[in-house]
T-cell receptor, first 115, second 118 residues
C-alpha cells in the first residue's frame, strides 16, 4: 500500500467510448503525475500537475485529457482512443519542493485495453 | 535532455546467483538516482536511491552506488531468490522549474525483466 489508489484497475473500451481513470493520494503531496507503460518501451511521462496547475504536457494527443480538481485527486479522461493506446497507466505523487531527492509514489496502475 | 540506459534483458538466473543490472545516465546538474521494482500485476515500488555522488543505496540485499565519474548506478545483489523475480527500472530525477514552482520528474530506463529459477 503506497497511499496512491487508482481505479479502475482494468478497463476495456471501444474506440468510440468515453471513460475516465481516477487517481487518489492520501499522502499530503502536491504534485501528481500520469505515466504510460507500454510493452517493451520505457515509461513515458504524460502529464505533471504541481499545486493543481498543469506544468508539463509531453506532446500527448488530445484524446487524453487530464484534470486535477484538488491536490488529492487526478483524472485522465479518455475519448476516441486507438488500439495503440492500450497500456498500463500509472499515477504517481510527490511533495512539491525545491529538492529532487525524494521519490515518487506510484499507484498500482489501470490496465487499459482499447478494442 | 535527461536519459537513462539500462542493460537489455531479460535476465534469467538460478537461485543464490549473483545479480548485476547495469544502468548509465545522462543528465545536467546533480540528479538523484533510483531503482524501482515492479512485481507482476503491481505498480512500481521504490527499491533504493542515492542522492549524491558516491552514495550507496541499499535495501533487501540490493545495492547500488552513485558513480558520477562513470555516470552509472549499477544494481547488485549477492544471492538472488525466486521472490526477486520482477521488472527493475533505473531512474533519475532532475529538478525542473515551471509555473513558478520546482518539481522533480523521473526519467526511466526501459526496464530489465529478471527471472530467478529454484
Amino acid at each position: 500500500e503506497t497511499g496512491v489508489t487508482q481505479t479502475p484497475r482494468h478497463l476495456v473500451m471501444g474506440m468510440t467510448n468515453k471513460k475516465s481513470l481516477k487517481c487518489e493520494q492520501h499522502l499530503g503531496h502536491n504534485a501528481m503525475y500520469w505515466y504510460k507503460q507500454s510493452a517493451k518501451k520505457p515509461l513515458e511521462l504524460m502529464f505533471v500537475y504541481s499545486l493543481e496547475e498543469r506544468v508539463e504536457n509531453n506532446s500527448v494527443p488530445s484524446r487524453f485529457s487530464p484534470e486535477c480538481p484538488n491536490s488529492s485527486h487526478l483524472f485522465l479522461h479518455l475519448h476516441t482512443l486507438q488500439p495503440e493506446d492500450s497500456a498500463l497507466y500509472l499515477c504517481a505523487s510527490s511533495p512539491v519542493s525545491g529538492s529532487n531527492t525524494g521519490e515518487l509514489f506510484f499507484g498500482e496502475g489501470s490496465r487499459l485495453t482499447v478494442l | 535532455g535527461d536519459s537513462v540506459t539500462q542493460m537489455e534483458g531479460p535476465v534469467t538466473l538460478s537461485e543464490e546467483a549473483f545479480l548485476t543490472i547495469n544502468c548509465t545516465y545522462t543528465a545536467t546538474g546533480y540528479p538523484s538516482l533510483f531503482w524501482y521494482v515492479q512485481y507482476p500485476g503491481e505498480g512500481l515500488q521504490l527499491l533504493l536511491k542515492a542522492t549524491k555522488a558516491d552514495d550507496k543505496g541499499s535495501n533487501k540485499g540490493f545495492e547500488a552506488t552513485y558513480r558520477k565519474e562513470t555516470t552509472s548506478f549499477h544494481l547488485e545483489k549477492g544471492s538472488v531468490q525466486v521472490s526477486d523475480s520482477a521488472v527493475y527500472f533505473c531512474a533519475l530525477r532532475g529538478l525542473t522549474n515551471a509555473g513558478g514552482t520546482s518539481y522533480g520528474k523521473l526519467t526511466f530506463g526501459q526496464g530489465t525483466i529478471l527471472t530467478v529459477h529454484p
